[in-house]
């Protein structure tokens, strides 16, 4: 199944339409990278990113 990803807080997603994360349905399909969140408060990318929770992350949208 093609990855998605969100295009508000850029998480991938899988087979949904619908970000469960911040509840966007501007959803894309193509995006370049991508950062897994473990400790986002611990790590620099994630604060560079402003993200704030864990998952995965598209690092660049389109
Ligand atoms: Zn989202």
Do not use: H
């Not at 899988?14 to 897994?36: A, L, Q, V, Y």
């Amino acid at each position: 199944m093609a990855l998605k990803v969100c295009k508000n807080c850029k998480k991938i997603l899988e087979g949904t339409n619908k970000c469960p994360e911040c509840d966007s349905e501007e959803i894309g399909e193509s995006f370049k990278g991508k950062i897994s969140v473990l400790n986002p408060e611990q790590s620099e990318v994630a604060k560079n990113l402003k993200l704030s929770k864990k998952g995965l992350y598209a690092l660049r949208i389109g």
